[in-house]
């Protein structure tokens, strides 16, 4: 077996070594279908040369926009060993951000899924002046037009092939380690997407060092729903062709439970929304309960964090062992069927995981290996460790320890600065902006406030951008109180206000199920949130929900005031990024009516009880 210092030579160990009928699958038509890894290789290959045949060369850009499925990994291993560059654009952006991507990266060529994807490019043309392709994964009935059908490129790359025999391995044995692999733009939760340079050393040293810490190997499979334009799910997934594993791809985010069920994967990477939304939901099956059902789903769910807490502390007394063997029967084992019956574990990253639902699944044996990174890092700096045989190195509320070949470091404002083959090269046409975060000898400032506890386990307090800074100069951390805000079963969703304000706010949007509950209860039969959020039974419940977090805060920290509003943050709305995080500048603009209300000097603040 080869030397792996390129995801070139990553993708020909799988492909030659690690053969398997079911490499890839996706569900059409209700039926699950599979890609051999034989199909993969030579449809790479075609396509490679079908690129090479376009005139595509070394290091040209060439833009990927499609949602997860097999085309995309194809595309992206056969853009890889054309020895091109790889631009991922998320499908879920407009047209004006897909064109900015595509005209800042200088791609010459874009493949797309489908016509919508390929409308938002040529509804934009008179600003992308360099692309000049466009393929099509799924062409029209109409007809391709404008567009290349990739069944043309196919057979493009099997004519070029034959005519320079052996020019796809040729060609991607090649490339070197430093040499670009890709372009990741990040989500602009702060301001412009920025270009992220990221060399192929930099993922193959990321999987390297990453799976020594997640055991995983050709027996495992992944169910895929996160986006692979993100460098959170792409780096897994090259990890996961790495040990030739069987990737599933989830039809969408609403059918993942579905999926899991049908799929039973081994593994599965989310983000901490997903978990939320598990535990939230435990919390309405148990509102909408018999009293007597209502309290054995919370007796399980405490008891469950209590034998959890109590073996990372290493001694679980023998009662609370007994209780945990009830609670398992009662909730845990269900829990762990309807996620497939086959999960050894899960990994989140892309935010912080709340601890306390690290600690819950862990209890119901669903160990959540939760990481730590960003897309500069590509992205994996820390990780909680497991392997297989069931022993792990967790630590709840922590994403874990630094990789092997990654030093970490607290600068004196309590930034976290990381170095390693990991770390960016730079962004892309933007020198300032490099300069500011990437000292010369390779250290990278992530923005990210953290400190590290005595065996190097690395806690995230907060973005350095995104601390609130009240008027009176204190300096506070959201994300924490945040998520305090939301282990209340009444809250979904929750942003802190503040920054150069007099005291702590909050934009919060109930858990409208449980609000509606609790308003029946109180003699208000209103069902549509719009009249909720106005309703003095609901502002009233709300003054309770903000002292209960506010007893566990200190007194700067406290959250003074409140406003619900009636719906969720969402990616459609472009309030939240495609990892589910919210987009604080667009919160902030969006909602500044009630933020100013919030804080008017004789505004309505009856959601607390002063």
């Not at 992205?379 to 022993?391: F, K, L, S, Y």
Request: glycine share 8%; with cysteine.
């Amino acid at each position: 077996m080869a030397e792996i210092r390129t995801l070139c030579d990553l993708y020909f160990n799988a492909v030659d070594n690690l053969k398997r009928p079911d490499l890839l699958m996706r569900k059409k038509k209700g039926l699950w279908e599979v890609v051999s890894s034989e199909e993969v290789a030579r449809t790479v290959e075609r396509f490679s040369c079908g690129l090479m045949a376009l005139g595509v060369k070394p290091g040209d850009k060439v833009a990927l926009i499609s949602e997860d499925r097999p085309k995309w990994l194809m595309a992206d291993y056969a853009i890889l060993t054309a020895a091109a560059v790889n631009v991922p654009l998320y499908a879920t952006l407009n047209a004006v951000e897909s064109a900015y991507i595509v005209a800042n990266s200088d791609a010459e060529v874009a493949i797309v899924s489908n016509e919508d994807q390929a409308n938002k490019l040529l509804s934009q043309k008179d600003s992308l002046k360099r692309l000049r392709n466009i393929v099509i994964m799924d062409p029209p009935p109409k007809g391709p037009g404008e567009l290349l059908p990739w069944d043309t490129i196919l057979q493009w790359g099997q004519d070029f092939a034959a005519k320079n025999p052996g020019v796809h391995r040729r060609v991607a044995g090649a490339v070197k380690p430093g040499d670009l692999a890709t372009i990741i733009y990040t989500s602009g939760t702060t301001g412009v997407p920025k270009g992220v340079l990221l060399e192929h050393k930099c993922f193959v040293e990321n999987c390297r060092a990453g799976m020594r810490y997640l055991a995983i190997d050709e027996k495992d499979r992944a169910l895929v729903f996160l986006p692979l334009s993100h460098s959170f799910e792409r780096m897994i997934d090259y990890c996961f062709f790495w040990k030739g594993m069987s990737i599933a791809y989830a039809e969408s985010i609403d059918k993942v439970a579905e999926n899991l069920a049908e799929v039973k994967p081994t593994v599965m990477a989310a983000v901490p929304r997903l978990y939320e939304k598990v535990y939230a939901r435990l919390m309405e099956q148990a509102a909408h309960s018999s009293r007597l059902k209502k309290g054995l789903i919370h007796w399980s769910m405490d008891t469950l964090s209590a034998w959890a807490e109590a073996k990372k502390a290493g001694r679980v007394p023998a009662g609370l062992a007994f209780r945990r063997a009830i609670a398992d029967k009662i909730l845990a084992k269900k829990l762990r069927e309807k996620v497939g019956g086959r999960i050894r574990f899960f990994v989140s990253g892309g935010a912080p995981l709340a601890r306390h639902l690290a600690v819950f699944f862990y209890g119901c044996g669903l160990p959540i290996a939760e990481g730590y990174g960003l897309t500069e890092t590509t992205p994996v700096v820390t990780v909680n460790e497991v392997d297989a045989g069931g022993t792990d190195r967790i630590r709840f509320g922590s994403p874990g320890r630094a990789l092997t070949n990654v030093e970490v470091r607290i600068a004196e404002d309590g930034e976290l600065w990381v170095r390693g083959p990991n770390v960016m090269s730079g962004y892309y046409k933007m020198p300032a902006e490099t300069r500011e975060v990437l000292t010369e000898d390779g250290w990278f400032a992530t923005g990210d406030i953290a400190r590290l506890d005595e065996d190097g386990y690395l806690f995230i307090t907060d973005r350095k951008k995104e601390l609130i800074v009240t008027a009176g100069g204190k300096n506070v951390a959201p994300q924490p109180i945040e998520n305090l805000l939301k282990m209340n079963k009444y809250v979904s969703q929750a942003v802190l206000i503040g920054d150069r304000r007099p005291y702590i706010t909050a934009l919060i949007v109930p858990n409208w199920d449980n609000v509606i509950d609790y308003a029946h209860s109180k003699g208000v039969n209103k069902i549509d949130p719009r009249d909720l959020v106005e309703e003095p039974v609901v502002k009233h419940l709300f003054g309770h929900v903000i002292e209960r977090a506010n007893a566990e805060l200190s007194r700067y920290e406290q959250v003074k005031r409140c406003k619900l509003l009636p719906r969720e943050l969402s990616q459609e709305e472009g309030e939240l990024t495609p990892t589910l995080k919210v987009k604080r500048r667009v919160i902030d603009e969006r909602y500044a009516h009630l933020i100013e209300d919030l804080y008017a000097a004789n505004g309505n603040h009856g959601e607390r009880r002063d």
